[in-house]
């Protein structure tokens, strides 16, 4: 696993505006539902458009357990629960969802197995570098 970055000039308005440089990860394309379902058919006996079904049938599974308010737990992927953010008020018999909720929001949180490779194994390399 390799991670590409790039320097980037950014104003820190916080501090009498200096300009400061950042590392930015670059993403080196997107991959879809298609190409994640032929991938998976290559590893295993089950044909591209079973796959893919089982993917689009949990996409949908997410959404309806999530607005039940259900943490779905998928394992080595990881746990997703929705969430929102709210504006606060001095007296709690003010509060309202319609009033009060500004956005929905997905929250993720990877597995333990994810949550190692993110500690150290990950590679990253300059964009523009020849090396990985």
């Known amino acids: 696993m390799a991670i590409r970055y790039r320097i980037t000039k950014r104003s820190n308005s916080i501090q009498n505006k200096k300009e400061q440089f950042i590392m930015q990860a670059v993403h080196t394309g ?5 190409h994640i379902s032929s991938a998976i058919s290559n590893e295993c006996t089950l044909h591209e458009v079973d796959v893919k079904a089982v993917l689009m049938a949990l996409g949908m599974k997410l959404d309806f357990y999530l607005q039940q ?3 779905v737990d ?3 992927v990881g746990k997703f629960k929705m969430g929102f953010k709210s504006t606060a008020e001095e007296d709690a018999s003010k509060l309202s969802p319609k009033r009060n909720i500004i ?5 993720y ?3 333990v197995k994810l949550k190692r490779k993110l500690k150290g194994e990950i590679t990253t390399y300059k964009e523009g570098s020849s090396s990985v």
Do not use: A, R
Not at 30 to 34: C, M, Q, V, W
């Open 74 to 76: 998928l394992g080595d």
């Open 109 to 111: 949180q990877p597995s």
């Open 103 to 107: 956005k929905y929001h997905i929250n």
């Open 69 to 71: 308010g259900n943490v």
């Open 30 to 34: 997107k991959i879809d539902l298609d």
